[in-house]
């Protein structure tokens, strides 16, 4: 008698089950699937997320110009869907997938938006200067906030000359980066582009750069030799932040300030020259520079932080305009130095 209850209590338990499984695929059988190739989630570090499913737009495969990924594997290269972008006001647009990078369509360009996967083929890589659908060609204008963040195994990277910005973090943490080539049509760099970037060792950015942002080589340990902007004004906090083996830096005459931590455990810098016209240098700028043995101030210079000079263990002179002195000079007596007067 209790065998029998037990079988029919799991008969109930299984017609409830179909009817719910029922409900529920009826309850889907609406959507709009635009690719039945689509990847299983997106990247961690995605700024915008992904939605293979269009609800009111369905967005159709170019057969002439796009080849869906083979099923079974991570390769989605000519994958088309759409992506919600709140800076269009969570309108969906576009996105395609080439060689790794996802690609956003807005009305008249494409922009890097994030990585979609990297192997071991990606070592030497071109990011593509256009993009092609649904007949049109869309220049790629911008690198994205943390588009590439992560792409593990890129040893080198070029930047189309197309491209005019690269935003927050757009190549943070591509750990085994050497070299980057940043073409003349970029006006701006967005903080922390390139931080750790531990295998950074050399970069020079275009005078067509205007502005580049705070930690831009922020842990870059094996930078060397930086080029900087002929018409760059500031050196912002943390821009070079634990760049150990920097030895040198040409500052671009136009420098007005240097900020917080700019120079933070630059324990290699030996020299660095300040340009006439340089007026603030604020807290712990050059702490740690420890192979740091002299420095000259410029007539400039209007406001210089107590902690600026913190932890410069081996600087010896310090070059002061006599008109600087007694404003500054409370600030050297704290520091076992010899001012010299010129």
């Known amino acids: 008698m209790k065998s029998t209850k037990m079988r029919i209590f799991f008969k109930i338990i299984l017609i409830c089950a179909v009817i719910c499984s029922s409900i529920y695929l009826s309850a889907c059988s609406g959507k709009k699937v635009t690719d039945d190739k689509k990847p299983s989630e997106a990247p961690a570090a995605a700024t915008a997320t992904p939605t293979p499913e269009a609800d009111d737009t369905e967005i159709e495969d170019d057969d002439e110009d796009l080849e869906g990924g083979e099923e079974g594997t991570d390769n989605f290269d000519g994958y088309v869907g759409t992506v919600e972008i709140e800076e269009a006001g969570g309108a969906e647009l576009p996105l395609l997938v080439y060689d790794g990078l996802s690609y956003c369509l807005y009305d008249d360009h494409a922009e890097v938006i994030f990585t979609w996967f990297s192997d071991d083929s990606y070592e030497d890589y071109v990011i593509r200067s256009s993009v092609e659908y649904e007949g049109k060609t869309y220049p790629v204008t911008a690198i994205g906030s943390d588009a590439l963040n992560s792409f593990a195994f890129a040893v080198s990277i070029t930047i189309p000359d197309t491209v005019t910005s690269i935003g927050n973090s757009a190549f943070e943490f591509c750990e085994a980066l050497e070299t980057v080539t940043i073409p003349s049509s970029v006006t701006e760099i967005g903080n922390y582009a390139f931080s750790e970037c531990s295998a950074l060792k050399e970069i020079v950015l275009p005078d067509s750069v205007t502005k580049i942002g ?5 842990n870059c340990s094996a930078l060397a030799s930086v080029t900087l902007p002929s018409g760059l004004t500031e050196i912002p906090e943390e821009a070079f932040s634990g760049c150990e083996l920097l030895t040198a830096v040409e500052l671009p005459a136009g420098i007005v300030s240097i900020g917080r931590e700019a120079f933070w455990y630059c324990e290699a810098l030996e020299s660095i020259e300040l340009p ?37 263990d081996s600087l010896e002179k310090i070059y002061c305009p006599a008109s600087l002195i007694s404003k500054f000079g409370e600030i050297f007596d704290g520091y076992d130095v010899e001012v010299v007067e010129y």
């Open 214 to 218: 705070s930690g831009i080589f922020y």
């Open 276 to 312: 006439e016209g340089l007026t603030v240098i604020e807290e712990s700028a050059f702490y740690d520079c420890i192979a740091l043995k002299e420095i000259r101030i410029p007539k400039s210079l209007v406001g210089l932080s107590d902690t600026a000079l913190d932890a410069c």
